[in-house]
């Protein structure tokens, strides 16, 4: 999911997902999870320690998070560039900030961002792997990381929005579509009656 919308584990089976809307709604797939384990701890894939033997660093927040190579990260992965500025705006009122550093370059390499009211609901945005780095566990990783500190903060209500081709990245880490058949709506200007 962007800014327009990151466990080998599956979430457990009293975490119940469900649907809800993103950047592009015409392209994506509102999905979600609710959980009543708020607190509980979640496993990961990798821990931070493997994780750096690889020569990737964990950050949480955005302190050190360079935003141009953030912006390009976005850019890689055919996302809009966006102004620095208001990404430092929206960062500002993120409540949950995990990326990956490249230990050699410096450079951001992964991303992935909640908000949320803090207590019941949170929506996951702009998660993001640079290409050079795809397919090697970053992505689950920080999801797992994401989702294993909204837990703990005992939010329970998580959704995001994902492009279609992306489903299957998500649904083993507990996302599902529509479930319930609850569906996620999306204003839009475009088809909002005259
Ligand atoms: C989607 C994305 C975040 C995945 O990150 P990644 O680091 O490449 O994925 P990982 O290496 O952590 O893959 C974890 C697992 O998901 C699977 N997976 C990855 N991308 C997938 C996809 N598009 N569809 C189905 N499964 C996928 C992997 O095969 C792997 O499976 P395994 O655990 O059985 O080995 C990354 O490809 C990306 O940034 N894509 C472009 C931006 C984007 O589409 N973001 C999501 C917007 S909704």
Redesign the pocket.
């Known amino acids: ?2 800014l ?3 466990i ?1 584990a599956a979430l457990p089976p009293s975490v119940r997902l469900r649907a809800s809307p ?1 950047r592009t709604p015409a392209r ?1 797939v509102a999905v979600g999870a609710s959980s009543s384990c708020g607190g509980r701890d979640y496993p990961l ?1 990798i821990s931070d320690a493997a994780l750096e033997t690889r020569g990737f660093v964990l950050r949480r927040g955005s302190e050190g998070l360079d935003l141009d190579e953030l912006n390009a990260v976005f850019v890689a ?3 809009p560039r966006r102004d620095p500025e208001k990404i430092r705006v929206a960062l500002e009122h993120t409540q949950a900030v995990l990326w990956v550093e490249h230990r050699k370059s410096r450079r951001p390499v ?1 991303f ?1 961002r909640a908000t949320g009211d803090g207590v019941f609901n949170a929506i996951i945005w ?6 050079s ?11 797992e990381r994401l989702l294993q500190e909204l837990l703990r903060r005992g939010i329970s209500n998580i959704a ?4 279609p ?8 880490l507990g996302f599902v579509a529509d479930p319930d058949g609850i569906r996620g709506m999306v204003y839009s200007k475009k088809h909002k009656k005259k």
Request: aromatic content about 12%.
């Open positions: 999911m962007l327009r919308g990151t080998s993103t994506a894939s992965v055919g996302f992964a992935a702009d998660v993001v792997v640079d290409p780095f795809q397919g090697i566990g970053l992505g689950k990783a920080i999801i995001l929005y994902s492009e081709r992306v489903l299957g990245f998500y649904r083993p």
